[in-house]
């Protein structure tokens, strides 16, 4: 079975800064995607930061130059590290990952800018 354990989050005032962690565990011996997505109350959950199958990394416009992702294999860890936080950033926050046609997510956790 595949596990996603997430920590962090929280509130904080716009301009400031928040981190979540993912650490997956299981059966994850071929991880082809593993991210943060997240989703804002009436809207549907989309793509903050991930990095894909080729070893790069998917960003996404609203966040970029914001927040950061980076990774460590060892301990099959995720972190996203946001900076200059806007009210529009407030949303759940989950931890994702993808293993061939398989998707799994975290529980979440949530974030709130406040203005």
């Known amino acids: 079975q595949v596990q996603l354990v997430e920590s962090g989050g929280g509130l904080v005032q716009a301009g400031g800064s928040l981190s979540v962690s993912c650490a997956a565990s299981?059966?994850?011996?071929?991880?082809?995607?593993m991210g943060w997505y997240r989703q804002a109350p009436g809207k549907q959950r989309e793509l903050v930061a991930a990095?894909?199958?080729?070893?790069?990394?998917n960003i996404a416009d609203s966040v970029k130059g914001r927040f950061t992702i980076f990774r460590d294999n060892a301990k099959n860890t995720v972190t996203l590290q946001m900076n200059m936080l806007k009210p529009e950033d407030t949303a759940v926050y989950y931890c994702?990952?993808?293993?061939?046609?398989?998707?799994?997510w975290g529980q979440g956790t949530q974030v709130t800018v406040s203005s």
């Open positions: 994702g990952i993808r293993i061939g046609v398989a998707t799994y």
């Open positions: 299981g059966n994850i011996f071929s991880i082809n995607v």
């Open positions: 990095f894909t199958s080729g070893g790069g990394t």
